[in-house]
């Protein structure tokens, strides 16, 4: 079934295993042109596929070579119907041309996927922007590997989701390729077209970035790699193939997460502003390489990210993480408590409760398990689950099996109650 936070999106009837585009983009007409090639692996029986294209006319539909027919284009979608029923198993490679001006769809959450900036464009998917700029099955729970062309005017840089491979010029254009070979769902393949130059930062992360800002960039994102290290010591090695730090020129409301990418605005380079580099980074474990089957589960990745801005606090000589959950603890008190962590709603899922209620109900396990069961129990999670999908019963299992003590009524009161609940005080000082 579809999830019932993105009811409209998605086909629970197939996935996809690999997607392969190849794009081609004009900055100064917003034009964009791709071919998408899809496999899919067929769920359940069926004469139809659904196909999410929000904005851009799907112009050619091939199945397995043969040009289809029977297709039909309504604003959110196009469904194909085929020759014949396809029994669950079957192996399909859908072939879709398509072309347009690419925007941002109006959600609940807000405008979201494609935007066009004054000097080239970016990609804010989450959680369900990705059919802006090309053709998906946009589930949370379906995960692909990507191959990725993209050409654009000569001056441009591009930053795609995947480790970067050659790029190539010809008559005034550039193309430049990408691959991702661990599993990415389709709100984390993100895409940046911009007036850019990239930078080192560290031993194995880049830096995307205006050269007017580079210097000030590359002062502001120095800490990545100490970040990096600090979570890889909780966390286990870092997950995935790459690791892109893009700087806009344009101001963001807040930074957004890909794939072994993570985005911020010009107006996140203030030092008051680390705390969100740590939480994007934090990410890459939690929320790209661990990462929910449903959106309800999504405290599992903002919580996460949430009590690692923390762990960083405390590791950079910050605030310690009993302090700032005392802090975050106060702020929430004041605040309604009509929400449950465990199923918070499509409405408030990116709502701020759901961020740090998860991180405060981490602090509490920590304070009640003890510090090395606690980050046993942090390692077991990140490293048992990498690349793989999770739900909220499989945390508190895993958790209880590593627990000294019982830890159901802990979980009880902080994920399926609505009151929130006091910090313990077991165990550690301020």
Known sequence: MNDPYTPTSGDPGYSVAHYDLALQYTPRTNRLAGRARLDVRVLV??????????????????VDGALQRHVKQSAHA????????????SLLQ???DYSGRPGPRRSRWGQLGWEELEHGALVA?????APTWFPCND???????YAISFTTDRGFFVAVTGVPGRATARSGKTTRTFTSSVPTATYLVAAHVGEYAEYRLGPRARLVAPPARARLAQRAFAPVPRIIETFEEWFG????????IVVTEEE???PLEAQGMATFGRNHEAPSEQRLIAHELAHQWFGNSVGVARWHDIWLNEGFACYSEWIWSEA?????????????????SALPQDLLLADPGPTDMFDDRVYKRGALLLEALRRVMGEEPFRALLLAWASTYRHRLVATAGFIALAQSLSPVRVDALFESWIYAEALPELPVVGLAD
Not at 125 to 129: L, R, Y
Not at 139 to 145: E, F, L, M, Q
């Open 45 to 62: 029986e069926t004469d139809q596929l659904r196909v999410d294209l929000i904005g851009l006319s799907a112009d050619k539909v091939r």
């Open 78 to 89: 196009i469904t194909i119907r085929l020759a014949e029923r396809v029994a669950a198993g």
């Open 94 to 96: 859908l072939d879709i």
């Open 125 to 129: 998917s989450q959680p369900t922007g």
């Open 139 to 145: 589930r949370v729970d379906d995960r692909a590997t």
């Open 237 to 244: 090695p870092y997950p995935q193939e790459d690791l892109t």
């Open 252 to 254: 963001l409301e807040i």
């Open 316 to 332: 950079s000589d910050g605030p310690t993480i009993a302090a700032l959950a005392a802090e975050h603890h106060a702020l929430l």
